[in-house]
Nanobody, 124 residues
């Protein structure tokens, strides 16, 4: 059984930082594209960042809205990946989800496995 478990969300002031963690079991994350999505109230779930499987070079991809502020990384030995979020603003307030995909997509519909989500709230 595949499980993705997010942690690290919380309340942070604007300009601050958080690091989200996604711990995987039942899959080997080095063999998948791993990604972060987010969903704000009343909005569609949107792509945030992804990192391709190891044999594809671990290529990273970011939404324009987070480029230069967020960094996705992976620790294959721990079967865990991360999202370092810096310079947070109110527009980053959302529930953040980690996900795994057999392909290399930015579309949520491509992803087979999902975590339960972790809330990030940025206060002004």
């Amino acid at each position: 059984q595949v499980q993705l478990v997010e942690s690290g969300g919380g309340l942070v002031q604007a300009g601050g930082s958080l690091r989200l963690t996604c711990a995987a079991s039942g899959i080997t994350i080095s063999e998948y594209t791993m990604a972060w999505f987010r969903q704000a109230p009343g909005k569609e779930r949107e792509f945030v960042a992804s990192i391709s499987r190891s044999r594809s070079g671990g290529v990273t991809r970011y939404a324009d809205s987070v480029k230069g502020r967020f960094t996705i990384s992976r620790d294959n030995a721990k079967n865990t990946f991360y999202l370092q979020m810096n310079s947070l603003g109110s527009e980053d307030t959302a529930t953040y989800y980690c996900a795994a995909d057999d392909y290399y997509s930015t579309s949520q519909y491509s992803y087979d496995y999902w975590g339960q989500g972790t809330q990030v709230t940025v206060s002004l």
